[in-house]
């Protein structure tokens, strides 16, 4: 956080449907939570868990739901979405290390590049022939981007991404470090007991207000384009492979994989480690708790799920899987006292 | 893609067992996939699903098996393994961009080392000290290779990977970018509750023909190596932790995790998100379903699988859940149920 | 390993508890496993599978237990510890290229710095403004560390590694190649469909004698800190979301996911490939085997899975799923069946 003072007015200044209970004119120093509350300092309530620590706040200010405003001891700022209002108060006490304009002499350049000279790019960046870089994006250091790359206004590519030949990112996104973008699907013919790779001639399309996560890597199309579509936010580690498409404002949780050709609808949550399997479709606003495993198409919205969950203790569990394996057993145990009863029956 | 056209004969001149049924002198100017299909391009039919689009393709010709020729109303390549004759016909579409030979000014070199002139060092790659690239060995940008590591002849290693010291790498492999080979194996001895070190002293050693995907981590043997035979193909975010040994001509899909000492056979087919546990043997041959978890050995040939599969409404998850938690009373009930009987017979 | 030859006594001075049953003159020239063992090396016996090697030999000398002393046909290092033991000893034949302290000339350093003199900076990073780098830390290659990070006394970071702004880094520690540390953690607002980033303001902060894998990622806190405690021993390809706190000298093995503000308590062992889902607590010394999905907080010291364990054939895998979809169905008829022998009864 940085050490500006802020009027709490002017924190929402441009911030839609929000009022203030109390203080304008309170002086704002940074954020904290509202279990850990500090003076001079803006807390947010959202989630029911925590509003217990109202009460006995020391924060200047708790952004809240209506709801909550009667119990605020101090100032309040009501909100339909406190979450949301909290993002935009936030970023006045976000520190982004103000970088100056240009290309930094360590970084090679390749051949007939249209960088905007508004555009930033960091030490030991290594860019290829043919690249367009919009107003306004940041390349950090020693990030590769290859050959035919278009990288869209104001986007911000962190330390160590790469970023292969031909992928077309939009506008404000944002790559993480470690981010792989274009890599080669994992295609292979097998012709007598050896793997031959297929050609990967695809390209990766990704739209505008696009993050992707550190160490997540999204790979090429085979013949077509994998696309991800505007707004979509992926976190750390996930693996989208050749050919998938996710669409817009879809959310997914870190370490999930995604398979071939899979085709996942806009407004999805996915849960973390969900696995979906190659070759299906997920509709529209698809809720997947985490770990959920796909294997067949999802046709209609909802929230849906997998497996056994929850850890118990081991003895238990190991208890649990004899259970299990003696399903059939008991299944036939039921079948004889079916047809013992129904012969006295008879 | 490229821009250039090719007659159909000429595409298949070197592929065995594959003959045209239609005109041999057809030019095709790029690939296209049976349901987008595209007029002057070249398409393939392997799996029955897509059988459909045959009738309507707009494609200058298909590469497809015998019994399909019959109702394909365009050129023919009638192949036995399609997906092979497409693999081979669809790298004439490939562009690589050509580089020259050589050091590029910014990557560091260290001392005795053996680089062959044909070789490429791409910008900002920092090469060990004694180590030996060989022939058409390519290395893309800012790429780390540590001391004494061994490539072999038209290796193809691309941007930002990681290669430990003493490394050795056979001919024709490829590693996509993130990859990190030879990390040190994650063993530590426990001493009155305070984790040590123990020092990894083995390497990695991979054979020829390997790909290695985006963001994988092979790591480097205790004592003795980790080893990755010929042909072995690995997706991307795999785990191969220490003293590994995968057989030639295995493939293993995205997300797979390799616990420490494992050996797995060869040409096996390992599913996405499986998960291998320490000190087990999988035999040549075995196929795992995506999210299989091995805890044991696997002695002989075949498909295995584990777990419950397939996501279910949210709802119906928890009942499942529910259910299965009752298993151990649903059992008792069946035993009285018995007595109950054996008593009344008595 | 290096070529070095050691006395036996002289490899086990510093070493507490342990004693020679033999020849402590006997030279030593390397290390070696049980089951593969060479003249002139020393071996470990901890696991009681490989005691069957024991007999037959051809190590120089064996560390073992004192109970299997007397079946050791050779030199024999007693310890209370044999892995212990082994780690110490194995430490003489590691080989770590000597570097040059200083800075390399091709490595990008900010402005304000303080770096120790003892301090190795490889070729190609790109050190940020303000970063404090203690005596005897080493950077390898083409790491990229933002401004303020601190590292402390010989902390060693390995070849393209990224450490972002503000990081605190304790002594002793060893981040591996491809690691993320400090990248934004996943927190968005939906306002009206679309996702809002939510400004992640908080660090990472981690202690003395911390071990970070290959492509693992952590990341910093929303408001407040991540935090990982001393000695903790973080394998390949993890990931560590925001406000995630790690308990001292837990081990936590490669393919495991913590989900955000999660707490895991000291002297844990986490198996590889375990979810840990946001918001839940995990006592002092919990061990979750490979595979545990936490969904909710753990209150005591214990032993934890979770599931459905083991690969089966795929035949009997879709027989266990065709039974544990009829368990409703089973249900049902035992509770038929009880209602027909009550109703005889009456």
């Known amino acids: 956080?940085?050490?500006?003072?802020?009027?709490?007015?002017?924190?929402?200044?441009?911030?839609?449907?929000?009022?203030?209970?109390?203080?304008?004119?309170?002086?704002?120093?940074?954020?904290?939570?509202?279990?850990?509350?500090?003076?001079?300092?803006?807390?947010?309530?959202?989630?029911?868990?925590?509003?217990?620590?109202?009460?006995?706040?020391?924060?200047?200010?708790?952004?809240?739901?209506?709801?909550?405003?009667?119990?605020?001891?101090?100032?309040?700022?009501?909100?339909?979405?406190?979450?949301?209002?909290?993002?935009?108060?936030?970023?006045?006490f976000e520190t982004q290390t103000p970088l100056a304009a240009g290309i930094h002499p360590s970084a090679v350049i390749g051949s007939e590049c249209s960088i905007d000279p508004s555009a930033v790019i960091a030490a030991n960046c290594v860019i290829g022939n043919k690249v367009k870089i919009a107003a306004d994006v940041r390349i950090g250091p020693a990030s590769a981007i290859g050959d035919e790359v278009e990288i869209g206004e104001a986007t911000q590519i962190d330390a160590r991404v790469s970023i292969y030949a031909k992928v077309k990112i939009g506008k404000r996104c944002r790559m993480l470090s470690g981010a792989v973008i274009g890599s080669d699907g994992f295609g292979f013919a097998n012709q007598k007991g050896v793997w031959h790779k297929v050609p990967q001639l695809g390209r990766v399309i990704i739209g505008d207000d696009v993050d992707v996560g550190a160490n997540t890597t999204i790979d090429r199309g085979a013949i077509e384009d994998t696309i991800i579509e505007d707004g979509v936010k992926l976190d750390n580690l996930i693996q989208v492979a050749h050919n998938v498409k996710i669409g817009a404002h879809t959310v997914i949780a870190g370490c999930v994989g995604i398979a071939g050709s899979s085709v996942i609808g806009k407004h999805c949550l996915i849960g973390g480690d969900s696995m979906i399997a190659g070759h299906v479709s997920i509709a529209d606003q698809v809720?997947?708790?985490?770990?959920?495993?796909?294997?067949?198409?999802?046709?209609?919205?909802?929230?849906?799920?997998?497996?056994?969950?929850?850890?118990?203790?081991?003895?238990?569990?190991?208890?649990?899987?004899?259970?299990?394996?003696?399903?059939?057993?008991?299944?036939?145990?039921?079948?004889?006292?079916?047809?013992?009863?129904?012969?006295?029956?008879?």
Chains 1, 2, 3 share one sequence.
């Open 287 to 346: 809720i997947l708790t985490g770990g959920t495993r796909v294997t067949k198409s999802i046709e209609n919205a909802g929230i849906y799920s997998s497996g056994i969950i929850g850890a118990v203790s081991n003895q238990e569990f190991r208890k649990n899987n004899a259970r299990f394996n003696r399903l059939e057993n008991l299944m036939q145990r039921v079948k004889s006292l079916e047809s013992e009863i129904k012969e006295r029956k008879a």
């Open 1 to 92: 956080m940085n050490n500006m003072q802020y009027k709490l007015s002017d924190l929402i200044k441009n911030v839609d449907a929000v009022a203030i209970k109390g203080d304008p004119d309170c002086l704002i120093s940074g954020v904290c939570t509202i279990q850990h509350s500090q003076p001079g300092h803006i807390a947010f309530l959202t989630n029911s868990l925590y509003r217990k620590y109202l009460a006995a706040t020391q924060a200047a200010a708790v952004i809240l739901l209506e709801a909550d405003a009667a119990s605020c001891p101090v100032n309040a700022v009501i909100s339909k979405n406190p979450h949301y209002t909290y993002a935009r108060i936030a970023a006045f």
